[in-house]
């Protein structure tokens, strides 16, 4: 039997702010099991938000500075929470942000240096969980299925919907995941424009109609042809999803009530096309299972066929965090942890690199 503490971080596309779960891990009988014992959220300053939107921008020599700031940053609020909480941590396992992500070119960065956040925490870490995948011919995501299959596999499928929406299910004994496309970063992109963080509940989008010339141009997108594996990132918001919001104009409410419809369309459309069974069960995760209005439109456009599953709010909110304290524990113990079936890589991998605090 082994055993893990691992406090895991994640920092998603939604910018929404920094995750951090401490976990209890456990393997018994080749069997990994879990509990999420402390959770805190960091909320990004309104200056750290635009800092992480705009990386994409910086120069090499800015966004490595940066890079190394926020790897200090992210430490400092892991130490500042194993102290608060009192926590005995053996490793803190940490996503980073996502700055650039262009697996076509073989690259993909996500910021947040992993020795400056061992040194600025006291404890080990463990980072870096894609470029592996890459060098091995891999997207380098998705990388949450390895804990879908190690832990969700009761379910026929686990959808995140996060600031983007990906889908993992079980197909001829392997696992299967890609990004579908877009989530919560066309709804905040459209709230930000008033100001507005996010549409809580999706109430505003329940007030609104749908913009019709708006949702063929979104259903349109030719990401959405692709076959798998596939990835999107920022990147791809920006040059294709973006310019449809900014030219269509129209009242706010209208806008996002036409993205939720968008959103929903194509992830009932891959859950119906990989169906193999009469009866399913969806597992919904990530702050858009709080959409209120997003898993109505989601629950009418599935149909009756499928139950919709949207767990307990500390599971909604910080499995992406508890999966890569999993993933931590996985890279520990060489087990692999990204799954070429999912990423197109030319073999399995056990992926991370450790630091140490210096």
Same mark, same amino acid.
């Given at each position: 039997?082994?055993?893990?503490?691992?406090?895991?971080?994640?920092?998603?596309?939604?910018?929404?702010?920094?995750?951090?779960?401490?976990?209890?891990?456990?393997?018994?009988?080749?069997?990994?099991?879990?509990?999420?014992?402390?959770?805190?959220?960091?909320?990004?300053?309104?200056?750290?938000?635009?800092?992480?939107?705009?990386?994409?921008?910086?120069?090499?020599?800015?966004?490595?500075?940066?890079?190394?700031?926020?790897?200090?940053?992210?430490?400092?609020?892991?130490?500042?929470?194993?102290?608060?909480?009192?926590?005995?941590?053996?490793?803190?396992?940490?996503?980073?942000?996502?700055?650039?992500?262009?697996?076509?070119?073989?690259?993909?960065?996500?910021?947040?240096?992993?020795?400056?956040?061992?040194?600025?925490?006291?404890? $080990?870490? /463990?980072?870096?969980?894609?470029?592996? !995948?890459?060098?091995? +011919? @891999?997207?380098? =995501?998705?990388?949450?299925? %390895?804990?879908?299959?190690?832990?969700?596999?009761?379910?026929?499928?686990?959808?995140?919907?996060?600031?983007?929406?990906?889908?993992?299910?079980?197909?001829?004994?392997?696992?299967?995941?890609?990004?579908?496309?877009?989530?919560?970063?066309?709804? $905040?992109? /459209?709230?930000?424009?008033?100001?507005? !963080?996010?549409?809580? +509940? @999706?109430?505003? =989008?329940?007030?609104?109609? %749908?913009?019709?010339?708006?949702?063929?141009?979104?259903?349109?997108?030719?990401?959405?042809?692709?076959?798998?594996?596939?990835?999107?990132?920022?990147?791809?918001?920006?040059?294709?999803?973006?310019?449809?919001?900014?030219?269509?104009?129209?009242?706010?409410?209208?806008?996002?009530?036409?993205?939720?419809?968008?959103?929903?369309?194509?992830?009932?459309?891959?859950?119906?096309?990989?169906?193999?069974?009469?009866?399913?069960?969806?597992?919904?995760?990530?702050?858009?299972?709080?959409?209120?209005?997003?898993?109505?439109?989601?629950?009418?456009?599935?149909?009756?066929?499928?139950?919709?599953?949207?767990?307990?709010?500390?599971?909604?909110?910080?499995?992406?965090?508890?999966?890569?304290?999993?993933?931590?524990?996985?890279?520990?113990?060489?087990?692999?942890?990204?799954?070429?079936?999912?990423?197109?890589?030319?073999?399995?991998?056990?992926?991370?690199?450790?630091?140490?605090?210096?």
């Amino acid at each position: 039997m082994k055993n893990y503490k691992i406090l895991g971080l994640m920092s998603g596309t939604s910018l929404d702010g920094l995750d951090l779960a401490y976990c209890h891990l456990e393997e018994v009988n080749g069997e990994w099991q879990f509990k999420i014992k402390n959770t805190k959220s960091v909320d990004y300053t309104q200056e750290m938000q635009l800092a992480l939107k705009d990386s994409i921008h910086l120069s090499a020599e800015r966004l490595l500075e940066f890079h190394n700031t926020y790897g200090t940053w992210l430490g400092e609020q892991a130490k500042n929470f194993i102290d608060e909480a009192n926590l005995e941590v053996d490793y803190i396992a940490s996503h980073g942000h996502t700055s650039h992500h262009r697996p076509e070119l073989g690259l993909t960065f996500q910021m947040g240096s992993g020795q400056h956040m061992a040194n600025a925490s006291g404890g $080990n870490v /463990i980072c870096d969980f894609r470029t592996n !995948d890459l060098a091995l +011919g @891999g997207q380098g =995501a998705p990388l949450v299925p %390895i804990g879908d299959q190690l832990f969700f596999s009761a379910y026929d499928f686990c959808l995140n919907l996060g600031g983007i929406s990906n889908i993992s299910f079980q197909l001829k004994n392997k696992r299967i995941a890609y990004d579908i496309g877009l989530a919560n970063m066309i709804l $905040n992109y /459209i709230t930000r424009k008033i100001n507005l !963080d996010y549409d809580n +509940g @999706g109430e505003m =989008a329940k007030a609104g109609k %749908i913009n019709s010339a708006m949702l063929k141009e979104l259903n349109n997108l030719r990401y959405y042809a692709l076959p798998h594996p596939k990835s999107i990132g920022y990147e791809w918001f920006l040059e294709e999803v973006a310019p449809i919001v900014d030219r269509t104009k129209d009242k706010m409410e209208n806008l996002l009530h036409t993205a939720i419809h968008h959103i929903c369309e194509k992830v009932a459309q891959q859950i119906q096309i990989n169906s193999k069974k009469d009866e399913q069960r969806v597992l919904v995760t990530g702050g858009g299972a709080l959409n209120t209005f997003l898993i109505d439109v989601l629950k009418e456009k599935l149909g009756d066929r499928t139950a919709v599953v949207v767990p307990e709010p500390i599971l909604i909110e910080f499995k992406e965090a508890l999966v890569f304290a999993l993933m931590g524990a996985l890279r520990v113990e060489r087990q692999i942890n990204v799954l070429s079936s999912v990423t197109g890589a030319r073999r399995d991998s056990s992926s991370g690199v450790i630091y140490l605090p210096n």
